[in-house]
C-alpha cells in the first residue's frame, strides 16, 4: 500500500473465520513480536521458530499468521500504534474486534447490524440456528447447511469474546455493552483514517460496540480525546490528535 493511498475495509466475502475467532492472546503476541520482512511463508517460518504463538503447531502458525497480516497489516498505521502502546488488556477483545470486522465483511454485518437489529426488536437471546439461518439467507447458496451452522457458532463465539454476548453457550444472551473509552477512542481514531461505507457513527462498527440510544449516549458523553459538536442537523468531530499513532503515544505516556 503505497502513496498516500488510505487504507479501506474489506468487501470480499470469505469464510476464515471458521478457521480463526478472535484469538485474542495470538493477536497480543503478534503485537509484541518483532517485525520481519519477507513472504507470509517467510514469516510464519519466522514465527514458529521463535514460538512467537507458544507450542502450536507450525500449520497452525501458518494459518494464524496468513489471518493476523490481513486483520493487522493491511491497516499499517493502526499495527504500528499497537505495537507501541500496547493496549491493556481490557481493551484488546475490542481492538481485535474492530480488526475482525475491517477483514471480514460477513462478521461485520453479523456483529455491527444483526446482533443490534435483534436487540432492538426485543428479542433478548441468539442461538447458533438462528445466525446460521442469517447466514443462508443473505449469501443465498454460497455455503452448504452445515457450514452455515458452522458459521453461527464460531461468530458468536467472538461475539461472545469480544464482550458483546454474555454466555457462552446457546441461547446466547444479548448484552448493550459498556466498552472501554480507550477502546472507542481507538475505533474512531482508525476509522478516521480508514475508508469505510458510512458515516462514523451509522457504521457497523460503532453500532457493534453502542447498539441502542442508551450506549450510544454513554459512548459519545465519555470520550475524552474526541468530541461530537452538533449544530442543528450537522454533527462533526472535534479530534485532540492530528492521528491514531498521536493518539496511542498520549495513552502510553498516561499509562
Known sequence: MGGSQRPAE?????????????????????????????????????????????????????????????RFDAYPSALAALRFWQPPSDVAPWICHLHTQLSDPVYRRFSGEYLPERLAKGYSTVDRDAVARWVDEHWAGRWAPVTC?????????????????????????????RVPVVALEYLLYLLRETTVEGGLLDSPYFRSVAPDESSQSYALGALRAVRLKSLGDVREFDWTYPDLMSWASAQKEAA
Open 149 to 177: 451452522v458452522k458459521f453461527g457458532g464460531n461468530m458468536l463465539a467472538t461475539a461472545f469474546e469480544t464482550g458483546l454476548l454474555t454466555d457462552g453457550k446457546d441461547p446466547r444472551k444479548l448484552t448493550a455493552p
Open 10 to 70: 474489506s468487501g470480499k466475502v470469505h469464510s476464515r473465520i471458521l478457521k480463526m475467532t478472535l484469538c485474542v492472546p495470538e493477536s497480543v503476541a503478534y503485537w509484541k513480536a518483532p517485525v520481519v520482512p519477507g513472504t507470509a511463508s517467510e514469516r510464519a517460518r519466522f514465527a514458529f521458530d521463535g514460538h512467537w504463538f507458544g507450542a502450536k503447531s507450525e500449520a497452525r502458525v501458518r494459518t494464524l499468521i496468513s489471518h493476523l497480516d490481513l
